[in-house]
């Protein structure tokens, strides 16, 4: 079945560090892939997405490239800042769209020292 | 509200009861999905509504656990005969056509 294999944290990081975050997949076909956060005490967003090979997301200084080849989804922030501490959960969808259910990575924490 | 809304945020019962948990998607959204988060398993994928179809149930864990989703809106999943394995934190998530998941900011239950 599909599955998803991301970095175990916790990770801590100073203030304008370079952040990345491991993901790796497992699916059938070609799945849409997501980078979800969750900050304490808040529920989940959705941070970015790509939806076909070598698609780059982004948002918020984050990136992450869909490489087909290596099944991977690695996320990366060159510089972080306090504020992005949180646990960030890397997941896919198959059937190319978002009209299916996610499956989730085991999640990663992130805490950023000022 | 604009967002994905659920209740009770946080719910407290004693094993054996039978727990309701409510979600109203964000309006116009056809699919809606409940996950469970836990501290062992992650988050896992119990149960997706679409439409009219019929909804895929093959996340839930067992047959004490139930959905519903009333004129293609609200949802309610039940518990029934809670255990102490189920305390977790259920969210629910809603998403239009070939858009991102919305989701709501979850019910803590705990059971005792």
């Known amino acids: 079945g599909d599955s998803v294999t991301q970095m175990e944290g916790p990770v801590t990081l100073s203030e304008e560090a370079f952040l990345t975050i491991n993901c790796t997949y497992t699916a059938t076909g070609y799945p849409s892939l997501f980078w979800y956060v969750q900050y304490p005490g808040e529920g989940l967003q959705l941070l970015l997405k790509a939806t076909k090979a070598d698609d780059k997301g982004s948002n918020k200084g984050f990136e992450a490239t869909y490489r087909k080849e290596t099944t991977s989804f690695h996320l990366e922030k060159g510089s972080v800042q306090v504020s992005d501490s949180a646990v960030y959960f890397c997941?896919?969808?198959?059937?190319?769209?978002?009209?299916?259910?996610?499956?989730f990575g085991k999640g990663t924490l992130l805490t950023v020292n000022p | 509200g604009a967002g994905v809304s659920q209740s009770p945020s946080n719910k407290v019962t004693e094993k054996g009861k039978d727990v309701e948990l409510r979600c109203d998607p964000i309006?116009?959204?056809?699919?809606l999905y409940w996950y469970r988060q836990s501290l062992g398993q992650g988050l896992e994928f119990l149960i997706y509504f679409q439409g009219n179809s019929a909804p895929d149930k093959s996340g839930l864990p067992s047959d004490r656990f139930s959905a519903e989703r009333t004129g293609g809106s609200v949802s309610t999943l039940t518990i029934q005969r809670t255990q102490q394995e189920d305390s977790a934190v259920y969210l629910c998530a809603s998403s239009g056509n070939n858009q991102p998941q919305h989701f709501g900011d979850g019910t803590r239950l705990s059971i005792l």
């Open positions: 309006s116009g959204h056809t699919a």
């Open positions: 997941a896919l969808s198959r059937s190319g769209g978002s009209n299916y259910k996610l499956t």
